[in-house]
């Protein structure tokens, strides 16, 4: 019996263990022979695969093997993808595609930003670490070369959240119920004072489609705009001519005792700066109705 038993071993190790190849010992999807578009056994997978090495992958837009897996492949990771309009490696198909996350750009020099239709840009509103201090225009996804980040007051013109300083937001504003632009507003929870007493609800530039509306210490739209606000106590023409005030909104009138002064109408007090009086009156638009008089 050991005799027999020695003699069964020998003659197997001498053919180099060819019965573990046989046919019949092979992984059951391998041993009637591979599909072409399978063509090769994975001893390891146990079945038949694309590829077990990238010699084995012939079309030249496949051409990486997974070697886990079997399958030949554009992509095995996001850092094979070279275009910007397909940066990432889709896991399952291992193919180029757009992009999800700001990481799947770190491959594509000069757009290293994933933009909201998954195309890699230069910057997004979230992302700007390319723009070297400067803010990122949310609508072209570029980066300022003159707007920095923070620096951006109260009432003042703005492109996009960042570039407002501390306690503001970039908010939309009307004047005389019609779209005036966007401008750096203290949030109310910040505190409020003259002449931006009045709180309003806005959503900033960067709120999402979902987002509640935030207070902000504001103005009275019907009445004034930033650019009056701002230009208040500027030398005019004449009482009847503002245009040197170069702001909607500004009118030139007598403030303070100082004849040819830019101005605007008012309700009360608080919409005006510290310490300037609105005169009361049941008409807004009425001459004795604004800020200094």
């Not at 070279?82 to 990481?103: F, G, Q, V």
């Not at 707007?147 to 996009?160: A, D, M, P, V, W």
């Not at 300037?276 to 008089?293: E, H, L, M, T």
Request: proline share 5%.
């Amino acid at each position: 019996m050991h005799k027999w038993l020695m003699l069964f071993i020998l003659a197997f190790a001498s053919l180099g263990g060819c019965l573990a190849k046989d046919k019949y010992h092979l992984p059951h999807e391998c041993a009637d022979g591979c599909p072409t578009d399978r063509p090769l056994c994975s001893e390891v997978l146990e079945r038949c695969v694309q590829c077990l090495e990238n010699s084995d992958c012939k079309d030249p837009e496949r051409p990486l093997c997974q070697v886990s897996t079997g399958k030949c492949g554009a992509c095995l990771e996001s850092g094979d993808c070279t275009e910007k309009e397909h940066a990432r490696c889709d896991a399952e198909t291992l193919a180029c595609t757009t992009c999800e996350k700001h990481a799947d750009c770190a491959n594509i020099a000069g757009t290293e930003a994933c933009g909201p239709t998954g195309v890699c840009v230069e910057c997004t509103p979230d992302n700007e670490a390319a723009c070297e201090g400067k803010v990122c225009d949310p609508d072209t996804l570029t980066c300022s070369s003159s707007i920095e980040r923070g620096k951006t007051g109260t009432c003042q013109s703005c492109l996009t959240d960042t570039q407002c300083i501390a306690a503001h937001k970039c908010i939309p504003l009307a004047y005389q119920e019609s779209p005036h632009g966007n401008y750096c507003m203290k949030l109310k929870s910040a505190g409020c004072a003259e002449p931006h007493q009045l709180v309003i609800p806005r959503k900033s530039v960067l709120s999402a489609n979902d987002d509640a509306p935030e207070e902000y210490c504001g103005l009275n739209e019907s009445l004034a705009t930033c650019e009056a606000i701002l230009a208040f106590n500027r030398e005019c023409d004449s009482m009847t001519d503002a245009s040197k005030c170069d702001a909607d909104g500004a009118i030139c009138r007598e403030v303070n005792g100082a004849a040819n002064r830019c101005t605007y109408y008012c309700q009360n007090a608080t919409q005006c700066q510290p310490g300037i009086v609105c005169a009361s009156s049941s008409d807004p638009f009425a001459d004795n109705n604004y800020c200094g008089k």
